[in-house]
């Protein structure tokens, strides 16, 4: 059930504004490449770039999720990959929630292995007391306290995704 609202529509907006502009000012010189993760990110994907005071490439990455369940497998699956060339540019990876930091640190270092001139990580949310393995997060929008959040592109078990908020979820209990 949905317990509590975490964040905001209005919250949501100022974060990603803070981000954006944290972003902007870390763009000059660079030759980026956005690339979002699959599914979750997209809402956050959207919101931030349409925020950029340049024209920047965009491209999606989709690696397997948790399925229905608020627990991590710890392994990761490409899905789906970009489609374009990433060598010599500069990457900002936009990722939704950072938890164990198990995805991020597979896709990083599945891109790093095309050889961009940089990697970086732009993420909405951050869990850091979960965290199982070291993963730099270059811009953050919020850290959070552990717990399982849904809304604004997060799901569970593919469901809740497209509320304008962002909740607290708890698996048991009846759907709202
Ligand atoms: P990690 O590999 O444990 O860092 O997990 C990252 C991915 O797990 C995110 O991209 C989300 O898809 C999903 N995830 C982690 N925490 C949550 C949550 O609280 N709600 C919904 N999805 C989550």
Redesign the pocket.
């Given at each position: 059930m949905l317990r509590e609202k975490v964040l905001t529509r209005e919250r949501i907006d100022h974060v990603i504004a803070t981000v954006a502009a944290e972003v902007n000012a870390d763009l000059e010189g660079r030759d980026p490449v956005f690339i979002g993760?699959l599914k979750?990110?997209v809402y956050f994907f959207t919101a931030l770039t349409s925020r950029l005071n340049r024209s920047v490439v965009v491209d999606f990455i989709q690696v397997s999720?948790?399925g229905a369940t608020?627990e991590?497998s710890g392994t990761?699956t490409l899905i789906k990959d970009v489609t374009v060339n990433i060598a010599g540019k500069d990457v900002y990876v936009v990722?939704?929630?950072?938890?164990?930091?198990?995805?991020?640190t597979d896709i990083v270092a599945l891109l790093r292995a095309r050889h961009p001139r940089s990697v970086q990580v732009v993420a909405l949310l951050s869990?850091p007391a979960?965290r199982?393995v070291e993963v730099p997060i270059d811009f953050v929008g919020l850290e959070i306290e552990d717990?399982?959040?849904?809304g604004f592109g997060?799901?569970?078990g593919e469901r809740f995704r497209n509320l304008p908020e962002i909740w607290e979820?708890a698996p048991d209990g009846e759907d709202e």
């Open positions: 993760v979750g990110a999720s948790y608020t991590s990761v990722e939704d929630i950072v938890d164990t930091g198990l995805t991020l869990k979960r199982r717990r399982f959040v849904v997060l799901d569970f979820y």
